[in-house]
């Protein structure tokens, strides 16, 4: 087969197998919202530090969005969206249904369904740059894929330009959810149990987690006026805090 027609369907696009499924008004909002912008373009694909879900660590070589992958991102997009429980922040449908209606699945001559692409979207770019996080699923799957629960984090909705705002004033509805919202706004990004963890490692790799630290508490936008020198001084400045909580506790 030529390298020009390696990918199947290079133009796939969102067709739900349910139209009629019942949506809420926020949906229906941050769809219309995704629709309008190419989500591929945007700039978070490209200032964000990629984060090996498993390691905590930044991925020093990182594949970025090619054409086809950016096509496929696009499509995938308004699927979460149209799956997702704002409540529970859980998208409800499996990687294999986002796969199959995006037109991102393929069988081979033998009958074999494969829903790598979507699945290599997910697992290799979505979730290192912390669009979502996903979670093994425990149930057991008749598939040759291991089943995974896929969660839409706050940097998602920056992607789709959707203001935190927005988001807020669906969960204001709910009293119980809007505490527990409020709650989770307070929390410091390194908890004191975290950071007696941490003073514990060597310099480099102490460094590192409180990188992490960082890039999970300060959204896209915070980061990038802080820019690198302010992101160092800052490590600089919670390093020397935990070399001074060692000390403290070592006296």
Do not use: W
């Not at 984060?51 to 990182?62: A, E, H, Q, S, Y």
């Not at 919202?181 to 307070?186: D, G, H, I, R, S």
């Not at 990188?211 to 802080?226: D, G, P, R, V, W």
């Amino acid at each position: 087969m030529p390298r020009k027609n390696y990918i199947y369907n290079p133009k796939p696009f969102f067709n739900p197998s349910k139209p009629e499924r019942k949506k809420s008004k926020f949906i229906f909002y941050a769809m219309k919202k995704a629709s309008e912008i190419d989500v591929s373009r945007s700039k978070l694909n490209y200032t964000l530090l990629p984060i090996d879900p498993k390691t905590g660590n930044v991925l020093t070589r990182f594949r970025r969005l090619n054409k086809h992958r950016a096509c496929a991102m696009k499509a995938i997009v308004l699927a979460m969206l149209y799956y997702f429980n704002i409540d529970t922040k859980l998208v409800e449908a499996s990687i294999e249904k986002l796969a199959d209606e995006c037109g991102l699945s393929t069988l081979s001559d033998s009958g074999n369904k494969s829903i790598t692409r979507a699945s290599r979207l997910i697992t290799d770019f979505l979730e290192p740059m912390g669009f979502v996080k996903c979670k093994k699923n425990k149930s057991k799957s008749i598939s040759n894929y291991t089943p995974k629960k896929i969660f839409l984090t706050p940097m998602f909705f920056m992607l789709c330009k959707i203001p935190q705002s927005k988001i807020n004033s669906y969960l204001s509805r709910n009293s119980n959810l809007s505490k527990k919202f409020k709650v989770e706004e307070k929390r410091i990004f390194i908890s004191v149990l975290d950071m007696k963890k941490i003073s514990r490692l060597d310099e480099k790799s102490a460094r590192k987690k409180i990188l992490n630290a960082l890039i999970n508490y300060y959204s896209a936008s915070e980061l990038t006026k802080i820019g690198p020198r302010g992101l160092k001084k800052k490590i600089d400045i919670e390093y020397s805090n935990l070399c001074k909580l060692y000390k403290k506790n070592h006296k």
